[in-house]
Nanobody, 117 residues
């Protein structure tokens, strides 16, 4: 059974920081590309950051220079360090695991991030 469990969300003031974590089980973590997506009320889910199995990273333009994604294959975890948070970063953040070669794609349940004073 595949599980992706996010943690680390919460309420933070503008300019603050949060670190999201996603713990994966039931998959061969090292072969999966791992990503963080977010969905704000009334908007479509969008890619925030993604890290390939080989460590190549990509970011949405809106978070470049503020967010950093990393992975620990020994612990089957992926992290998203979010700095200089803005109110527009408010959303539910979802962890994603994708193995394109097999067509496998899994989602976590999401964690709420609220940036407000």
């Amino acid at each position: 059974q595949v599980q992706l469990v996010e943690s680390g969300g919460g309420l933070v003031q503008p300019g603050g920081s949060l670190r999201l974590s996603c713990a994966a089980s039931g998959i061969t973590f090292s072969v999966y590309a791992m990503g963080w997506y977010r969905q704000a009320p009334g908007k479509q889910r969008e890619l925030v950051a993604r890290i390939s199995s080989g460590g190549t990273v990509e970011y949405a333009d809106s978070v470049k220079g503020r967010f950093s994604i990393s992975r620990d294959d020994a612990k089957n975890t992926v992290h998203l360090q979010m700095n200089s948070l803005k109110p527009e970063d408010t959303a539910v953040y979802y962890c994603n695991a994708e193995w394109t070669r097999r067509g496998n794609n899994y989602w976590g349940q999401g964690t709420q991030v609220t940036v407000s004073s």
